[in-house]
């Protein structure tokens, strides 16, 4: 992959010297996000290359290596949709499995004019959108052990970064109305940028543990903005879909929410996005909606993904598959103590009120669980907890086995299968081996009523009192009445570091919040 693509790019300028002015007066230029050094999605999928030419023109776009032309596209420049009144212009590759480095050339006619632009160090690949609030944003600077994942940079050459700038808009753009970080190979600069600036420690280490096991090229667009809420992210069909057309932003949204109104990140920081070509997406976001449209989340973020899904797919011209994997953190935690219980609704939003994933509401989605990697003592403050290489390896074992199918990976945590009452105990039968690291006397609760009257229903601790292989029992002496229900880690904050009662035996993964009837 190293080799340098030495006599196609003398080629390439030799071209740009004889005919790089015919067409000076001309405008031709690819997309904002490409560039030199990028990474494009690999096969099965058929990468776009897109950008601006002058309407009538034809558009040639060859791909180079050392042994000469590669594959040759060829298209028109039509429309006018772009800013400025240029037209857009946009090939499919032929499909081309991971490799590189390889020199794309496009080139501009119309009439006696000749336009030529290249970008070179082009690999194959697959490569990830990366989206959400602060918790995606933090740096790698920020992170636990700092200074040594940043000494990791130059380990990766394959791995390929790119971030969207901060902006918003009233209506959907075509394109990014501004870049962080143009295309470039990982350093400890570009990592460690600064605080919630670049690059996204998330991402970035969920694209390691990927490019460690895959050893090809891995692409990482990061499009985050701190401090949002998902109506900024969603579209406006998202939003009728779900009740909130109309629904603007105002002075009574929480503190320390950022305030944009409804699809105005969507508008400018991923709907341009749409005709790339992604293998998958990773979300961590979910705290701004804690106190903000908290009972719609279990409705917006399944139709958000879904919405995503359907626009990338038409965008790429079908090259971005239709339910391309879509994997998000379950949000860590924030207070001790709090008088709500909005963590925990929106953990459970978070599965489309499911508590697993996939599932039948979210399909091709995996979840990484957080809640037992809170922070007390994380100088960005509690919300947000510094332990980002645990969030990106639970991640990445979610990507092993939705995105790439491979069958022998335990990425869920335990979850009930079988719920049942006997001589005041009830007994949980999950669907993996535990390790109960606890007896806890309060992180299970059930709901215990005196009358079929619902407003006589009260939430009392319910003790562990035995575990087995894959079975606990628990305690129902506090009940006085009709069990109606039962839930565990219904709390903000339900465990010390990673010491929630509950994990996977074999893969370590904590058990999720439930709420069962």
């Given at each position: 992959?190293?080799?340098?693509?030495?006599?196609?790019?003398?080629?390439?300028?030799?071209?740009?010297?004889?005919?790089?002015?015919?067409?000076?007066?001309?405008?031709f230029?690819?997309?904002?996000?490409?560039?030199?050094?990028?990474?494009?999605?690999?096969?099965?999928?058929?990468?776009?290359?897109?950008?601006?030419?002058?309407?009538?023109?034809?558009?040639?776009?060859?791909?180079?290596?050392?042994?000469?032309?590669?594959?040759?596209?060829?298209t028109?420049?039509?429309?006018?949709?772009?800013?400025?009144?240029?037209?857009?212009?946009?090939?499919?590759?032929?499909?081309?499995?991971?490799?590189?480095?390889?020199?794309?050339?496009?080139?501009q006619?119309?009439?006696?004019?000749?336009?030529?632009?290249?970008?070179?160090?082009?690999?194959?690949?697959?490569?990830?959108?990366?989206?959400?609030?602060?918790?995606?944003?933090?740096?790698?600077?920020?992170?636990?052990?700092?200074?040594q994942?940043?000494?990791?940079a130059?380990?990766?050459?394959?791995?390929?970064?790119?971030?969207?700038?901060?902006?918003?808009?009233?209506?959907?753009?075509?394109?990014?109305?501004?870049?962080?970080?143009?295309?470039?190979?990982?350093?400890?600069e570009?990592?460690?940028?600064?605080?919630?600036?670049?690059?996204?420690?998330?991402?970035?280490?969920?694209?390691?543990?990927?490019?460690?096991?895959?050893?090809?090229?891995?692409?990482?667009?990061?499009?985050?903005?701190?401090?949002?809420?998902?109506?900024?992210?969603?579209?406006?069909r998202?939003?009728?879909?779900?009740?909130?057309?109309?629904?603007?932003?105002?002075?009574e949204?929480?503190?320390?929410?950022?305030?944009?109104?409804?699809?105005?990140?969507?508008?400018?920081?991923?709907?341009?996005?749409?005709?790339?070509?992604?293998?998958?997406?990773?979300?961590?976001?979910?705290?701004?909606?804690?106190?903000?449209?908290q009972?719609?989340?279990?409705?917006?973020?399944?139709?958000?993904?879904?919405d995503?899904?359907?626009?990338?797919h038409?965008?790429?011209?079908?090259?971005?598959?239709?339910?391309?994997?879509?994997?998000?953190?379950?949000?860590?935690?924030?207070?001790?103590?709090?008088?709500d219980?909005?963590?925990?609704?929106?953990?459970?939003?978070?599965?489309?009120?499911?508590?697993?994933a996939?599932?039948?509401?979210?399909?091709?989605?995996?979840?990484?669980?957080?809640?037992d990697?809170?922070?007390?003592?994380?100088?960005?403050?509690?919300?947000?907890?510094?332990?980002k290489?645990?969030?990106?390896y639970?991640?990445y074992?979610?990507?092993?086995?939705?995105?790439?199918?491979d069958?022998?990976?335990?990425?869920?945590g335990?979850?009930?299968?079988?719920?049942?009452?006997?001589?005041?105990?009830?007994?949980?039968?999950?669907?993996?081996?535990?390790?109960?690291?606890e007896?806890?006397?309060?992180?299970?609760?059930?709901?215990?009523?005196?009358?079929?009257?619902?407003?006589?229903?009260?939430?009392?601790?319910?003790?562990?009192?035995?575990?087995?292989?894959?079975?606990?029992?628990?305690?129902?002496?506090?009940?006085?009445?009709?069990?109606?229900?039962?839930?565990?880690?219904?709390?903000?904050?339900?465990?010390?570091?990673?010491?929630?009662?509950?994990?996977?035996?074999?893969?370590?993964?904590?058990?999720?919040?439930?709420?069962?009837?």
């Amino acid at each position: 992959m190293a080799r340098a693509v030495r006599w196609s790019l003398g080629l390439a300028l030799a071209m740009l010297w004889v005919y790089g002015g015919h067409g000076a007066e001309s405008r031709f230029y690819f997309g904002s996000y490409y560039a030199s050094h990028m990474v494009l999605q690999q096969q099965p999928s058929r990468a776009v290359i897109w950008g601006y030419g002058v309407v009538g023109a034809t558009v040639t776009v060859s791909l180079w290596r050392e042994h000469g032309n590669y594959s040759q596209q060829i298209t028109a420049v039509s429309g006018d949709i772009s800013p400025g009144n240029a037209g857009v212009w946009k090939v499919l590759l032929d499909p081309i499995h991971a490799n590189g480095p390889f020199l794309v050339m496009a080139e501009q006619r119309i009439a006696a004019a000749v336009d030529i632009i290249t970008l070179e160090d082009v690999y194959f690949g697959d490569v990830w959108l990366c989206g959400g609030q602060s918790n995606m944003e933090m740096t790698v600077l920020q992170i636990m052990n700092a200074s040594q994942e940043l000494s990791r940079a130059s380990y990766f050459p394959y791995i390929r970064l790119f971030q969207a700038g901060l902006n918003e808009s009233a209506e959907e753009l075509t394109d990014l109305a501004s870049i962080a970080v143009q295309w470039s190979a990982p350093t400890a600069e570009i990592l460690g940028k600064g605080k919630f600036t670049s690059f996204s420690a998330v991402c970035w280490l969920f694209g390691s543990y990927l490019y460690e096991k895959l050893q090809y090229p891995i692409g990482l667009v990061e499009s985050c903005w701190g401090g949002t809420t998902i109506e900024a992210w969603s579209s406006k069909r998202v939003l009728s879909k779900c009740g909130l057309n109309g629904v603007s932003d105002n002075n009574e949204m929480p503190e320390g929410v950022e305030h944009h109104q409804p699809s105005a990140l969507w508008n400018a920081m991923i709907y341009p996005l749409k005709r790339m070509v992604f293998k998958g997406a990773i979300w961590y976001q979910g705290e701004a909606n804690t106190d903000w449209h908290q009972a719609e989340y279990n409705c917006t973020f399944p139709a958000m993904i879904e919405d995503w899904r359907q626009v990338f797919h038409e965008g790429s011209g079908g090259s971005t598959e239709v339910n391309f994997p879509f994997g998000f953190v379950q949000l860590s935690t924030y207070h001790h103590k709090i008088p709500d219980d909005s963590f925990p609704w929106i953990r459970w939003h978070q599965t489309a009120d499911l508590g697993y994933a996939p599932n039948p509401k979210m399909r091709q989605t995996f979840m990484a669980v957080a809640m037992d990697l809170g922070d007390e003592n994380s100088p960005y403050g509690t919300i947000h907890p510094r332990y980002k290489r645990d969030v990106a390896y639970r991640l990445y074992l979610g990507a092993r086995a939705i995105a790439y199918g491979d069958t022998g990976v335990v990425f869920q945590g335990p979850f009930p299968k079988h719920i049942q009452v006997k001589n005041k105990e009830l007994s949980i039968v999950y669907s993996q081996e535990l390790a109960v690291l606890e007896l806890s006397e309060d992180i299970f609760e059930v709901n215990c009523c005196t009358t079929s009257n619902t407003s006589s229903c009260n939430w009392v601790p319910s003790p562990i009192v035995n575990s087995s292989f894959n079975a606990l029992s628990l305690s129902l002496k506090q009940c006085q009445g009709k069990m109606c229900g039962v839930r565990y880690a219904w709390k903000e904050w339900p465990c010390a570091l990673k010491k929630c009662p509950i994990y996977d035996k074999h893969s370590g993964l904590p058990a999720p919040t439930f709420l069962l009837p």
